[in-house]
């Protein structure tokens, strides 16, 4: 069986019956699997003889390959070919085996001790099995040593094999990486390069275009040649059978160029996921960001799924025998959902046949184009068939030619391109007004519920707006009242749209070739009328819709993400204990003080808005003088407001003393579910739901990012709309922006909880369990070398994890030698193995050295380049994060330029930033440190102290699509209309956002009014602090 590929150049695999047999005498118990996981090796000889290739007769080819190294009695035997009888010859195989058994004398003891020499390499283990281990690894592209890994891969553990798109080098073995990789030693930390001038590396390990590989359950042998990117983008999107570039598409609807289109394609068909593509990959991306990554990702799997929708359409439409060419074709010209829809509409099963289909299967199909190609030859009354329905008068079959000419013209794609034209140029509006339903509701009584409802979108009761001015909150908004029965919407298209339209056809695209009768006119004037009415209003009102509220919720989405990202990042306030507090009135305020470190060192309830406010005062102050506790973090739920007035009066009184207490409010959204949920109740078995709540509350200052990562993102309270848009894509972006922000941290692998772990790129909940099950049994990780020994991370999800991951082993070797004795290295290599299952990953090539480079945001494809680097400033790993360090390079980079000193170490300019900045920030740099703190405040504000024109600071809280809403600290959030922030107030970074603020954000504002009755409050930007 061959398998090739069209654009890939793969490693051609043919299962011979001599390939069988040649296995038996080494290894008589040979299984499936094992035969299988020989065939692609045993080319790796031919490459070396081509003169063997010209006698390679499917069977007697691989005979004699073998046949160099004596394996001729080995051949014999597979004379015993059961597949050669496919022939008609059946009864000459049973007799073919006995002329091999001539020669079996040589096979006895001979061919099996041929294949010892893979042995041989045994004894220098250090040498040649170390490397091949290490090829195993990466894919291997040496095919010798992959011969000799194969037959060793029966005695020792095999590698567990993923799709990889780039060889990823051991970190702590870089000089044997070197000297076996071969190809790619030279610029392992490299990123690929921009399509036009990318260089692909011939060490690829999978060719994505031979589907039948991925099957395969070889664990050694190659899989394959390197995949270059095609030279278009229709050879890239050609197995979408549409008639339509996709590279093109995906470049007009994102209004990115196409290079970075077809790049991005490609890496996300390899598995990459957006963080690593952000982090490491800059050059094919042309340095856009997440959120840009993220618009064309989700733009592709939309026009992936128009084309699997499109095929789907199309076997199902050919099973019922409606599927003509022309129909094929109208289906694969589809570019929208919407286009798709229109074209499929009259064939859905279950709907009525269309007018037009039912006129075809009457014969009048024919008669219709003649109207239009020869109408003075055309006689209607010829089809004029009395007792026939639909063919009985000459009305009839009119009416059925009009029909067919309407269908005609609404799928024509000239024609829809024309009318949108048309409806640019004109004043397209949307409308809105109360349905009559909720009329009806409004007047019956004991229906209270409904008038409140019409009263919240009294804006929009009479709503008018241009179809390009509306806002985005605005057709959310109508949107969810016309779900809700209370609006109804329509939109409205200028007459004159139609008449243009309607001349257009009469005298151009639908203007019949001769000269013709005037009730023939008349009938395609009809035709006209009637597919702009019935077919073509229709869809343009549908269009609209769709386009503004996909639209809408787009920027409903991405305002989303933008304040979780900013609400995440928040920086985390360390080396405090901090005591949380979730107030309440009748059940009391949960109290939890907590370590530094996050620990919980007490819990309580007190009752401070009772008669006994005075006792709990002071048993406040023996406990936070007990736990030297100056910190007091706040919810902002109910009794927020006087849970803060009670330790506002205490501060002033100086009722702490000797300590300087100082409080700050935080958000308890998602902390009551959080407490619940099974995630907490294994975290803290032994802790009341309430006081889980005040735990949550503290250690979102301590680590927002570290505990808000365990709430589901809607439920943090941010955000506008979010039960009105897509839950899957709203779902999807958010998971996104999670797993950016934790990866962009990172995590100490030692020390995360498993929770965070799983939102780490390339990591799941499984690898995240995995992870943790092997640092119980085996103690800290000592390098991100080891995360290889864990079961289930393969090469591809160590490559997107491996950067993002950090270890710091001298705080946790000592600790662990302490309890093990001292010998954590070697029980980190010996546990493994002691399972003693043949599935279990080789821990051979695996040392247990710490790297100091594992605790920066290098990559462990960019040490090689790193310690060259450092060797060519005359610097170490040792002094990572030191001045001295630090003014080398800069000095440096000074005197020969960034892109020089690139070109020198054989990489590009953006790695090489990536990996001074690694080898030059300080131990423990968090990048959290540039965001913006949790406020702390002493003293209190009450909303009747505001007077217009007043100046205050304030944090941002939330972001929407009409606004922002700021904590000015009197209890009641202010909101910024949209309208106040204009680009000359922002900072240059900010000015591109659709509206540049997010949470977390401190801005200096004027108050504008103060509504003491409906407790709202306008606010006016005056600038963002930084």
């Known amino acids: 069986m061959q398998r090739r590929t069209r654009t890939v150049k793969v490693y051609t695999e043919k299962t011979t019956d001599g390939d069988s047999d040649e296995l038996s005498p080494h290894t008589p118990s040979a299984s499936e699997d094992e035969i299988e996981e020989w065939q692609p090796e045993s080319k790796a000889p031919k490459r070396q003889q081509p003169s063997e290739k010209k006698p390679a007769v499917k069977r007697q080819a691989k005979p004699k390959e073998p046949k160099e190294s004596k394996p001729k009695a080995p051949r014999k035997p597979v004379e015993r070919k059961p597949r050669a009888p496919r022939a008609p010859k059946a009864p000459k195989p049973p007799k073919e085996p006995k002329p091999p058994k001539a020669p079996k004398p040589p096979k006895a003891p001979k061919p099996p001790k041929e294949p010892k020499p893979p042995k041989a390499p045994r004894a220098t283990k250090g040498g040649k099995k170390q490397q091949a281990l290490l090829e195993e690894e990466a894919g291997g592209a040496n095919q010798t040593n992959s011969i000799y890994d194969a037959a060793e891969s029966q005695q020792s553990a095999r590698v567990k094999k993923e799709r990889l798109s780039f060889i990823v080098p051991d970190g702590s073995c870089n000089d ?30 999978f060719a994505f275009d031979e589907p039948s590989l991925k099957r395969q359950k070889t664990s050694s042998a190659p899989q394959g040649r390197p995949t270059r990117l095609p030279t278009s983008g229709r050879a890239f999107g050609e197995d979408l059978n549409m008639n339509w570039d996709l590279i093109q598409l995906l470049s007009e609807r994102t209004g990115v160029e196409q290079w970075v289109c077809l790049n991005i394609s490609q890496l996300f068909r390899e598995e990459n996921t957006i963080p690593f593509i952000v982090r490491y990959r800059k050059e094919m991306i042309n340095h856009m960001d997440a959120d840009a990554v993220r618009d064309v990702q989700l733009v592709l799997e939309e026009i992936y799924g128009l084309a699997k929708k499109t095929q789907t359409i199309s076997q199902t439409l050919k099973k019922e025998g409606v599927l003509t060419a022309e129909l094929e074709q109208a289906l694969r010209n589809c570019r929208t959902a919407d286009e798709l829809d229109h074209v499929y509409a009259p064939y859905k099963k279950g709907s009525k046949l269309s007018k037009a289909r039912r006129a075809k299967q009457l014969g009048l199909e024919s008669a219709a184009q003649a109207l239009l190609q020869s109408p003075h030859s055309l006689d209607l009354s010829a089809w004029v068939k009395p007792g026939t329905e639909g063919l009985s008068t000459l009305e009839e079959v009119s009416t059925g030619v009009e029909q067919i000419l309407a269908d005609m013209i609404a799928k024509d794609g000239e024609t829809l391109t024309h009318i949108r034209s048309l409806c640019d140029k004109n004043m397209v509006t949307l409308q809105s007004s109360v349905s009559k339903t909720a009329l009806k509701e409004q007047q019956k009584e004991g229906h209270q519920g409904k008038p409140k409802d019409i009263d919240k979108f009294h804006l929009y009761c009479d709503f008018t707006c241009n179809v390009q001015r509306i806002q985005h909150h605005q057709t959310l908004a109508i949107n969810r009242g016309e779900n809700l029965k209370i609006l109804t919407v329509k939109v409205n298209i200028p007459d004159r749209v139609k008449s243009d339209f309607c001349t257009w056809c009469l005298n151009g695209r639908w203007r019949p070739k001769d000269s013709t009768r005037e009730e023939l006119i008349k009938i395609l004037g009809d035709a006209v009328e009637d597919s702009y009415k019935r077919l073509l209003f229709p869809l343009l009102s549908r269009s609209y819709r769709t386009k503004l509220t996909v639209s809408a919720e787009k920027e409903s989405i991405a305002m989303f993400v933008r304040n979780l990202r900013q609400r995440l990042l928040v920086c985390p306030v360390r080396g405090r204990v901090i005591m949380g507090v979730d107030p309440g009135f009748r059940h009391g305020c949960k109290l939890a003080f907590l370590s530094p470190t996050s620990q919980i060192l007490f819990t309580d309830v007190v009752y401070l808005h009772g008669s006994g406010g005075n006792r709990e005062a002071d048993k406040l102050r023996h406990l936070m003088i007990r736990y030297s506790c100056n910190t007091v973090v706040i919810g902002n739920g109910t ?214 480079l594992d605790q920066t945001c290098i990559h462990p494809e960019s040490y090689t380049v790193a310690r060259s680097f450092l060797s060519l400033v005359g610097g170490s790993v040792d002094q990572m994060g030191r001045p001295e360090l630090r003014q080398s390079v800069e000095a440096s980079v000074k005197c020969q330029g960034l892109e020089a000193l690139a070109k020198t170490l054989n990489t590009t300019p953006d790695t090489l930033q990536l990996i001074i900045d690694g080898l030059t920030q300080p131990p423990g740099f968090d990048i959290r440190q540039d965001f913006e703190k949790a406020d702390f405040k002493r003293g209190i504000v ?85």
């Open 639 to 852: 009794a927020c407001r006087e849970t803060e007035a009670f330790f506002a009066d205490l501060i002033s009184r100086r009722f702490f003393q000797p300590l300087d207490v100082s409080y700050c409010i935080t958000s308890e959204a998602g902390a009551s579910i959080y407490s619940v949920s099974p995630a907490a109740v294994k975290e803290m078995p032994d802790l009341d739901p309430n006081l889980r709540s005040a735990v949550s509350i503290g250690r979102r200052v301590q680590d927002p990012l570290a505990e808000l990562v365990k709430i589901d993102p809607k439920h943090i309270g941010i955000g506008t709309y979010q039960h009105d848009v897509s839950q899957s894509s709203l779902k999807a972006a958010l998971d996104g922006v999670v797993q950016e922000c934790v990866s962009f941290v990172g995590v100490d692998i030692n020390i995360c909880s498993e929770t965070l772990m799983r939102h780490v790129a390339g990591l799941n909940t499984g690898r995240a369990k995995s992870i943790a099950e092997w640092r119980e049994t085996n103690g800290p990780f000592m390098n991100r070398d080891q995360l290889r020994l864990v079961k289930g991370l393969g090469p591809k999800s160590y490559q997107q994890c491996a950067g993002f991951i950090r270890i710091n082993p001298l705080d946790h070797l000592n600790n662990h030698s302490d309890a093990a004795g001292g010998n954590s290295a070697q029980a980190a290599q010996e546990k493994p193995a002691a399972k003693g299952k043949g599935k279990t990953k080789a821990s051979a090539a695996v040392h247990t050295l710490p790297n100091p």
């Open 176 to 205: 044997n990486m070197s000297r076996a990789g071969g190809g790619w030693s030279e610029g392992p930390s490299s990123s690929h390069q921009p399509y036009g001038g990318k260089k692909e590396e011939p060490e690829e390990d």
């Open 942 to 1026: 009450s909303m009747s102290d505001l007077r217009e024109g007043v100046v205050l600071t304030g944090r941002v809280e939330n972001a929407a699509l009409f606004g922002a809403f700021v904590d000015i600290g009197v209890g009641r959030n202010g909101l910024i209309h949209k309208r106040y922030i204009t680009p000359d107030k922002l900072p240059a970074d900010q000015r591109r956002r659709s509206l540049a603020l997010g949470p977390g954000e401190k801005v200096e504002v004027r108050v504008l009014n103060v509504d003491h009755q409906r407790g709202r409050i306008g606010l006016d930007l005056i600038r963002v602090l930084r």
